[in-house]
Each structure stands twice: as C-alpha cells, then as structure tokens.
C-alpha cells in the first residue's frame, strides 16, 4: 500500500512531441505528489507537484494531470526537447513525511 | 546556499572494510533523508532525521548501516563491514519543515565494494 507504481519504464519521444508518464498509488492517505527529474550524475530535482485538491496544475510545459477517484496522477510534457531528456520519478508523500517513489522512467528526446 | 554537500563522491573499498559517506544539509533544513539508489530497486529511503533526532530507520537494511545526525549541519551514513551488494548511489536530502517545498537532494556518493 505504500508503493507508488509508474510506467512507462523508458519512453522514446520525437522532439516537439508529448511526453506522457503515468503513475498509480493505493494509499489514500498520500497528501502530497511531487515529480522529480534526474540528470546522469546529479540527484534528482523538483519539477512540479500537487496536492489532491487539484486536478491539474501546469508549469511552463510541464503539466501534472491527477486523478483522486481512480489514484492515478501523471505528468504531461508538451513540446517535449532533446534537453528533457533525462529519468523522470513520481512520488507520494504518506502521513508519516516519508516521500516514496515510483521506479523511475527513462525519456529520451529524438532531436 | 551551496545546496546539500555530499563527500565523497566517489568511493571504491574492499568488501569487510568500514564506509563512511557524509552529507551537509541546507542550513535551516528540519528535515535530513538518506536515500539509496540501485537500478533494480530504484530510489529507497534509508533513515530520515526530523531535526537530527532519527525518526524512520525501517529502510536501513541490516545492523551493518548506521546512521547518526550529531547536529543539525552534519551527518553521516556508516556501513560496517561492506559488502558487493552495497554498491548503489547513496543520497542525501534536506527539506525545510514545510515539506510542501520538496526535498532538495544532493549529488551523491557512488559506492563501488569489491
């Protein structure tokens, strides 16, 4: 119940393309839902989040989609860039802080 | 800020030997996370401290990981002996006490136990 599952794993867009990466969560006491993205060699690094009181919110090209009835949320990248390329998590934050993760996709952007 | 400061970045050691992995959060961070990384178990958190008292340690995987918060500017992340199956990416993160802020992660130390 704790997990937080995403999908795809990877994903190969064309460049100007939509990049859309999808998650799921059980817990309905996650309050808090953050994207993260990672470059090789750094940590990863806040993207965007939302709470479940709102259903989209959308920052530049970035756009998270959530879904409170089925607990699915995911994130949309419009235009997407061969700069984007780069490893994508979701997460959920549960009552006790713990921010959990999903497993990670790989996107990359066919300049 | 200089942002969550980890060292080392690198770190190569023979299995049996002590590992010492070190991190320096952001100054008035509430919050101090060690993450551990694998590409087959992804991003796993360790051992969080809620202004260095530790709070969750369920993720530490066996007595071998320690990890202790002496104060609120430091940190460390011991593991005694290694093994092989330890190499991963070991992160550090801080967050302010509003976690709504996010985490802010550090760069990592890359474990590599042969």
């Known amino acids: 119940q704790q997990q937080v599952k995403q999908s795809p794993q990877s994903l190969i867009v064309q460049k100007g393309g939509i990049s859309i990466i999808n998650c799921a969560y059980e817990?309905?006491?996650?309050?808090?839902f953050p994207w993260y993205q990672q470059f090789p060699g750094k940590g990863p690094a806040l993207l965007i989040a939302?709470?479940?009181?709102?259903s989209e919110k959308k920052e530049g090209r970035f756009t998270i989609s959530f879904n409170k009835s089925a607990k699915q949320f995911s994130l949309h990248i419009m235009d997407s860039q061969p700069g984007d390329s780069a490893t994508y998590f979701c997460?959920?934050?549960?009552?006790?802080?713990?921010?959990?993760f999903g497993k990670g996709t790989r996107l990359h952007i066919l300049p | 800020d200089a942002g969550v400061i980890q060292s080392p970045r690198h770190e190569v050691t023979e299995m049996g030997q002590e590992v010492t992995l070190r991190c320096k959060p952001i100054s008035g961070h509430d919050y101090l996370f060690w993450y551990r990384q694998t590409m087959m178990r992804g991003l796993e958190l360790l051992i969080y401290?809620?202004?260095?008292?530790?709070?969750?340690d369920s993720g530490m995987p066996e007595d071998r990981f320690s990890a202790k918060m002496p104060n609120a500017s430091f940190s460390t992340l011991k593991i005694q002996p290694s093994e092989p199956r330890d190499s991963a990416v070991y992160f550090c993160?801080?967050?302010?006490?509003?976690?709504?802020?996010?985490?802010?992660f550090g760069s990592g130390t890359r474990l590599t136990v042969v």
């Open positions: 993160a801080s967050s302010p006490r509003d976690l709504l802020y996010g985490y802010t």
């Open positions: 401290f809620n202004n260095n008292v530790p709070i969750d």
């Open positions: 817990n309905t006491a996650f309050d808090y």
């Open positions: 997460a959920a934050r549960g009552p006790d802080d713990k921010i959990i």
């Open positions: 939302i709470r479940p009181d709102v």
